[in-house]
């Protein structure tokens, strides 16, 4: 029996049991070979050098200036490693780093994203609904490692979220189970729609990239600290992000913040601000506004010099244009 469906209850669902979304926007990449870890060690901000098979982690790839290129969950099989990437970057990705192999390098980087299906489980109920669908227990999984299993007849990837993910689980299978994934999913649990997950994003303080993250930001100002290695030597960018660690350099942050009831919310994405009553934003913007139901009021991430980022602390926006 397909269960009933309303924004209310997928919404209330992902809270407080079990829903679940499409995530197949997202890309896959696939880093092969001998040298994998070690290509994925000099280029990214994470420890590669202990990354077992059935393990994860967040990484992130930035420019010599410390600025964003992406920020990736990475997963590692026996003879490879994916990495899940932002909507609509895996081509772009995927020549950037195949840009970056040395000539005595032993590796492959391949975009499997039109091969393969992502959906994303959201709630306390979403770990057993899984065990039990997939036949594995999933209790003893760290954060952002995985195990195979078998939902109906498609092999997938569980693997389970961690603080830089906005669903508790994702899936991953062969984009020909897409049907079969969808009929479970949907006679089990209610469906958020993108603007849902996009509002469970935002309350959990997810950045996204072309929302917040951008190559005009730094990972340490969007709040990616778990994605950064403080021991694993040079990387690229890892000059200026260690300066920024070292000698407290940051000078704005991503936090979140609580709006009027009555906002504009469609107009505020992009607004600057402006701290204290001054009339200068001092490089602090809005990036993604929604309407949060848990909140009963609009909400956006934002990034807000560093001086007022305590709770409670009132700011200004001012609408571009």
Known sequence: MTPPTSPELAYTAACTAVAWADLSGNGWLRVSGRDRLDFLQRLSTNDFRKLAPGAGLPTVLATAAGRMIALLIACASEDAVYLRTAPGRAGTLTSHLSNLIFWNDQLEVSDLSTETVQFGLFGPGAAKWLADAAGVALDDLQPYAWRSGSIGDAPAMLQRGGALEASDWTVIAAAKHVDALRAILTAAAPALSEGQAEVMRVEKGIPAWGS?????VTPLEAGLRAAISDNKGCYTGQEVIARQLNYDKVTRRMVGLLLPADAPISEL???TIAAGGSGHSRGG???????????????????????VTEPGTEVTLRLVG
């Open 285 to 307: 913007f809005v990036g993604t506004t929604v309407w949060s139901p848990a909140l009963s009021r609009p909400i956006a991430l934002a990034f807000v010099p560093r001086d």
């Open 212 to 216: 917040e993250l951008s190559d005009q």
């Open 269 to 271: 994405r992009g607004a």
